[in-house]
């Protein structure tokens, strides 16, 4: 069905078509209009899953781990502070093997109190063992939701997902949306391990030295396992609704001699700053990257790279950068710190980074001149 | 590109008006994106919210720098902002307002659309609603068209004075 | 009763929403404590109507911290004080939600542990700075956004939840009987150890209604006794002024929810469940006044 909607409405929608059993709910801004959605369809009964208005994100997370390990369907949203009050529960949610799936509006961290988009919040979970991707736009907010239910339920992987949304730039921004049955596109979910009083068993107990870098290895195995599943998933999703997605998304790369390369809506505004280039003569392409966990492989080739880092880490770089360096050591990096508490950065700053690039350097916009 | 930038505040419906505008330009079958700008969301604090429609996919999210339309649901935001900040020349502005009201440099038309919602009874906690007879009048100007604005405000609202405000305001905006 | 300082701490051009009670209050919460004062506020509508930097709209120093974290803060914070010999009053403004539902480990730890603080709470019975989502202290039948169809469940008792710690001051508050609390505070700041100050500030957006009715609505809820003004002092309750009439007389509940947009669409079994918890709850508050519980 062919509507318009926000990024967050859009999400709403896919968890709906997704059908989880049990969906926890604590409120952030810029996600709440995920959570408040769902609760209408719940009330109306468009939508047949236990909504659960938890009392904080640490007990949104451990819910839906509750739910989760009895071999249903769970969903929750989150963002910024609430991301990280949870944080252990998402290494639990990855350690107890669980395909939860998260939608987590990207949004700066305090103090001070800041409500606009950054990725650091997501950068700061990068680390636990959940998938996460990056999306662009309200339609692929809304596929790559269905999507996510579908590879993290892979027995293959197992593994919670993570989708990123760029706070107010696409949770709130309303555009086009086709939304979708999915059918058998997102199979039952069947987990292995989940709790059966005839099958007894105690789940986390007690784990040695000589045991427990066992299951750590269990978990990479199936990080390893999800290129392959994931490119199956979104060749799937080709074949039954006629979207393509990839790891990433390249506009004018093919002769470019200069990439922006950038995650969520940055992504998309570069490829405004490229025809702008273009224009100029220069030879400018936008990479937009989706996948982040696992980190994909990237045709970077011998190409200057502009870096539009959303997250930073104090004391080492942007992230994005620091990720792209240091798995292409040899890469021709130009980081460019913007956006950060919602920087306003323009198709004419892009453009600009682009002409002024100074490879190898680091460039604070809006600090440094 | 057409773009459009909505003043009003916080309550009125601003950010309303823009999801409705983009809605019925969708209808049109044109591309369409619509974004509030957030400062402090407060009741009675002024909210901007921005329109693009264009006939291509739109890839901009930065904030709308040169409106080629101003609109002005509180009249008395003019006070607290830098309204004609970087207008389009020949751009144009509405104005919600009873009286005709002047700004140099500037193509103003105003229309009561508070009057408007006020004779239909468009009033919801004491406010009158302004931002469904002001798709009326951006209907009038071409914008979209009627029967899309209509369609939109049907899919968002089920009172039907709602419409009964768009179409006042389509009668009465003069050009 | 004090005079009422003609000190101003909350300047013009707070950032509230027109209406807002919580301000109202907030005012006479702070010319009752003076300058020698912290505020700690975790993240609710406080947080956003000190306006935005680089100014500030409180005249006292304010440290803004995470929404579960606000007794935990104002606990370092006095014992630090109290190491450095300083007589600083720390008091924590948090809504609801950051006090009932994520901040309620905080706040009990706080308690529990004897800091010398005051905790306010100010009640507007749903996550505001959010948007109105449920809070534990919604009431039964309100709608918020993430219960369109009113709430099924009751309104978490924090009063009782902190009595049961058995702090020296413990009172509730309206935003509409500024004198009542003025002199809660005062005596709040007097008493050494934990005090905790519940304060009702109805909400024109979330309650849904007009920005110059919530001091009626306010009233309304005194008078119809689903607010009580009472204060425990060292485990004594009293019953204070106009909730005094009340436990005589009250009017029905409808003169209360009707007022109110959240209450649209509430059922009569809903209703009589409200009146029933109140009619529960002044036989209570009336027991324990005469000693009888």
Redesign the interface.
Known sequence: MLTVATGNKAVAAAVKAAKPAVVAAYPITPQTEVVEQIAEYVTSGEMDARYIPVESEHSAMTACIGASITGVRSFTATSSHGLLYMHEMLHWAAGARLPIVMANINRSLGPGWNVWAEHTDAFSQRDTGWLQFFVGDVQEAYDTTLMAFRIAENNNILLPVMVNLDGFLLSHIMQSLETVEPGDYIPPLHLPHRIDPENPAGYGVLTGPTDHFRFRWEMERAMRNAPAVIRDAEEEFFRQFGRRYGPTEEYRCEDAEVVVVALGTLGKEAEVAVDILRDAGIKAGSMRIRWFRPFPDLDIGDRDLVVLDRGYSFGFGGVLSSEIRSKYPGASIYSVVAGLGGQEVTYDDIAGFVRDRRMGEEFWFGVDA | MYEIRIHSRGGQGGVTAARLIAMAAFLDKKHATAAPFYGAERRGAPVVSFVRIDDHKIKIYSQIRSPDLIVVLDASIMEAVDLLHGMKPGGRVLINSPHPIDLPGADVITIDLTGIALSVDLVVAGSPILNTPVIGAIAKMGIITHESALAAIRDMFTDERNVKAALAAYEELKL | MAEIPEDEYLLKCT?????CSSALALRYVLKAAGPDTVLVVP?CCT???Q???PNTAFAVPVY?I???AAAACASGMSEAFASAGKKTKVIVYAGDGGT???G?QALSGALERGTDFLYICYDNEA?G???M??S?STPIGART?????GKTDAKKDIDRIVAAHNIPYQATASAAHPKDLFEKVRTALATPGPSFIHLLTPC??GW????DMSVTVGKMAVKTGIWVLWERKYGELTINGASRAVMKKRLPLKEYLSLQ?RFKGITEKQVNELEQQVEKNLARLAKEEAGEC
């Open positions: 950032t509230a929403c027109a209406g993240a947080s956003i109507l306006g935005i930097y803004n995470a929404f579960a009932v539902d994520i309620i996550y700075n959010t948007g989502q449920r534990g956004t993430t219960t369109p169809g024109p957006p849904r209604i007009p920005s947009g």
